[in-house]
Every structure is written in C-alpha cells, then in structure tokens.
C-alpha cells in the first residue's frame, strides 16, 4: 500500500534552514507528482510545493525564493529545503502523492523559534 513517511523536523531559529525529506513506497515513485503541505494551528491546511515526475517545480508565494522542493527518484524521496525561516513557517508539514490524491503521510513539526 501507498505508504509516505516524512522527517527532518524540529525547532530552528528564524534565519534558520531544515531540510525535510519524504520517503515513499508502494507505489512507482518517479511516476507521480509530490507536493508539500503545512497546517499551523487553526489555519486551513495550505499546499507549499509541488513538483512534477520531470521536475517541474512550483510554489506557494510565501516560501518563494526560500524553500526548494526536490526529488531523488533513485531514493523514492523528495525533498523540501527550507531557508531564511521566520516564525510564521512554524506548522505541520506534511507530503502528499499529486494534488488531488488523498495520501497523506503523518506529518513532521516544525517550529521557528528564538
């Protein structure tokens, strides 16, 4: 079965960088679009990243020029490098296989914080 495990986060200070990771499987990886989400606290779930089988990436206005999403097809990953982090990053951030497609993995905490 579709199973999306994520990890990588934690507290940093605003300035900060983390790299959250997203490991995949049962399923053909390379085949699917991934996408990055994040919940903070009683705010809707908003989508962060998503990036295409071909690479093609894509961004919520608030991370761009920070964040990068990427993949290692080799690895069934994907990646979401986050820099420059403020406080009002700080939330749940969860991958998800495509847009429209409901698997989710369970989530990784991040806090930004002095």
């Known amino acids: 079965q579709v199973q999306l495990v994520e990890s990588g986060g934690g507290l940093v200070q605003p300035g900060g960088s983390l790299r959250l990771s997203c490991l995949a499987s049962?399923?053909?990886?390379?085949?699917?679009?991934m996408s990055w989400y994040r919940q903070a606290p009683e705010k809707e779930r908003e989508l962060v990243a998503y990036?295409?089988?071909?690479?093609?990436?894509e961004y919520a206005d608030s991370v761009k020029g920070r964040f990068i999403v990427s993949r290692d097809n080799a690895k069934n990953t994907v990646y979401l490098q986050m820099n420059s982090l403020k406080p009002e990053d700080t939330a749940v951030y969860y991958c998800?296989?495509?847009?429209?497609?409901?698997?989710w993995g369970q989530g990784t905490q991040v806090t930004v914080s002095s």
């Open positions: 049962g399923f053909t990886f390379s085949s699917y679009a």
């Open positions: 990036i295409t089988p071909g690479g093609s990436m």
């Open positions: 998800r296989r495509s847009r429209f497609e409901n698997y």
